[in-house]
T-cell receptor, first 116, second 110 residues
Framework: DAGVIQSPRHEVTEMGQEVTLRCKPISGHNSLFWYRQTMMRGLELLIYFNNNVPIDDSGMPEDRFSAKMPNASFSTLKIQPSEPRDSAVYFC??????????????FGDGTRLSIL | QQPVQSPQAVILREGEDAVINCSSSKALYSVHWYRQKHGEAPVFLMILLKGGEQKGHDKISASFNEKKQQSSLYLTASQLSYSGTYFCGTAVNYGQNFVFGPGTRLSVLP
């Protein structure tokens, strides 16, 4: 079975450019999570969708970040304009049910983002 | 509120045992445990729900003491493959904010 698929795997771009990260959750999963991981801040939840609806976006750093889930099989995380401090590994995860539930979260391989 | 994990790091010899703790200042509904190897994504290990249950997977088991608001992960007779960073994730209610702890780095040496 296909797991969570993220693209691109690596992204290097210059400060000020728009960055779009993509995620395809596991088929049948109705919850999707975007995380950011850095050495300093660890694994931070940015936003959580349930049935394509954003439930909790309190972790989104600022207005430069936006996330969408137009359908059950696709989500994007966009940074515009990007800044060097946005450099991190961004993970997408999906689960059968929402946060704190009985179901595990399945993580994609992540996107390693470097903003120069 | 992010849970607290202890220790921050531990180094073992192959075959030794280890315990990793995860505690919260709030009453917990569930605790998840994940392992992340360097350069890879976190991988699910197990979930514990309030009720003090204990679970096991091979030589890795965990307990959840809801009175103490604490969960512990037990690694028995550690193997080289156990090396990685272990994260607990906690939720205070079903569907409520799920937060990962800072992680415990485990290194198993031959």
């Amino acid at each position: 079975d296909a797991g969570v698929i993220q693209s691109p795997r690596h992204e290097v771009t210059e400060m000020g450019q728009e960055v779009t990260l993509r995620c395809k959750p596991i088929s049948g999963h109705n919850s999707l999570f975007w995380y950011r991981q850095t050495m300093m801040r660890g694994l931070e939840l940015l936003i959580y969708f349930n049935n394509n609806v954003p439930i909790d976006d309190s972790g989104m750093p600022e207005d430069r970040f936006s996330a969408k889930m137009p359908n059950a099989s696709f989500s994007t995380l966009k940074i515009q304009p990007s800044e060097p401090r946005d450099s991190a590994v961004y993970f997408c995860a999906s689960s059968l049910r929402g946060q704190g539930a009985h179901q595990p979260q399945h993580f994609g391989d992540g996107t390693r983002l470097s903003i120069l | 509120q992010q849970p607290v994990q202890s220790p921050q790091a531990v180094i073992l010899r192959e075959g030794e045992d280890a315990v990793i703790n995860c505690s919260s200042s709030k009453a917990l509904y569930s605790v998840h445990w994940y392992r992340q190897k360097h350069g890879e994504a976190p991988v699910f290990l197990m979930i514990l729900l309030k009720g003090g249950e204990q679970k096991g997977h091979d030589k890795i088991s965990a307990s959840f003491n809801e009175k103490k608001q604490q969960s512990s992960l037990y690694l028995t007779a550690s193997q080289l493959s156990y090396s990685g960073t272990y994260f607990c994730g906690t939720a205070v209610n079903y569907g409520q904010n799920f937060v990962f702890g800072p992680g415990t780095r485990l290194s198993v040496l031959p």
